[in-house]
């Protein structure tokens, strides 16, 4: 699965139990199991991002060390 794929699945997984939750489709017993569950994914998205960044970044650093010897 792609890095794109990965974040997106994350991100609708998330908005799938905020949706449930806010619905009141989650009984109250599992409201707290859903939460973490999301709260996970949201830190794990947030991780996909950052690495992203950073991969910009050195490709950014790349490209511009390679156009200063042009």
């Known amino acids: 699965m792609s ?3 990965n974040y997106d699945s994350k991100m609708k997984r998330i908005e799938q139990i905020i949706e449930s ?3 009141g489709k989650v009984p109250l017993v599992e409201v707290e199991e859903k939460y973490k569950e999301a709260v996970s994914l949201a830190q794990s ?4 991002l950052i690495n992203l ?3 910009i970044e050195v490709l950014n650093i790349d ?3 390679n156009n200063s010897n042009d």
């Open 63 to 65: 490209f511009n060390s």
């Open 21 to 23: 939750i806010e619905q």
């Open 3 to 5: 890095q794109q794929n």
């Open 45 to 48: 998205a947030k991780e996909d």
């Open 53 to 55: 960044k950073n991969k």
